[in-house]
């Protein structure tokens, strides 16, 4: 991690441009090209930043080994990976919600040996588990809605952020899980080293955060 500069991680989409917005009601100078740029590392000197831009579910991982001082990972993000870092404040951002859903013809008397399809295999038997319900997860990296129109799952659990992909591929929610937002994490031994730096910023976007919630 950078010695002089604060190191961010940043997950790309919507999470990066909702997280640069809080930033820059905090009073932090980013430019306006940094929202274009297609770079993975960008250092904002005038604001004292070096960003990593990565994949969402990497960014607890680039805090955790040092990589990153500081990131902002989502909640369902957090609960999947387990990292050691510390969830130091909720940024209210990028808020969804994660759910179970299925076919309308889905019967689940008939579920004998309930197979369901995520992205977040942990997550999924963690909750599962807690409800008394044994069932197999599949796990897939993308397009989940597919498992159970080809027969490969009988359920899904995905986010669901307006439910407008669920209903285009003809899936209907059938349970609300747990609600999802955007959260500032920082790494441990980071918030010993630069704990000035980050504190400060941690105030200054709790301050955005509480004005915004406050609207």
């Not at 680039?62 to 990972?73: P, R, S, W």
């Not at 990296?141 to 080809?150: M, Q, T």
């Not at 659990?157 to 209903?167: C, E, M, N, R």
């Amino acid at each position: 991690m950078s010695k002089s500069l604060l190191t961010v991680a940043m997950p790309k989409g919507r999470i990066f441009e909702e997280a640069v917005g809080l930033l820059r009601q905090a009073g932090y100078a980013i430019p306006e090209e940094f929202d274009e740029s297609r770079k993975l590392i960008i250092d904002v000197p005038e604001s004292g930043m070096r960003f990593i831009l990565a994949k969402p579910m990497d960014v607890p991982t680039y805090v955790e080994h040092g990589v990153a001082d500081v990131g902002v990972a989502g909640k369902d993000v957090m609960l999947e990976e387990e990292r050691d870092v510390y969830e130091v404040l909720d940024l209210k951002i990028s808020a969804c919600y994660m759910a179970v859903a299925a076919l309308p013809s889905y019967d689940p008397s008939a579920d004998v040996a309930p197979k369901i399809a995520s992205k977040y295999p942990k997550l999924t038997s963690d909750y599962f588990r807690e409800q008394g319900e044994q069932v197999e997860i599949i796990k897939l990296n993308g397009s989940i809605e597919l498992a159970p129109i080809v027969g490969l799952a009988d359920r899904i659990v995905d986010i669901v952020s307006t439910g407008q992909t669920l209903k285009e591929n003809g899936l209907v929610e059938i349970e609300t899980m747990i609600p999802i937002t955007s959260r500032f994490i920082v790494n441990p031994v980071s918030y010993r080293t630069k704990s000035k730096q980050i504190d400060e910023m941690v105030d200054r976007l709790a301050e955005v955060v509480s004005e915004e919630v406050a609207k």
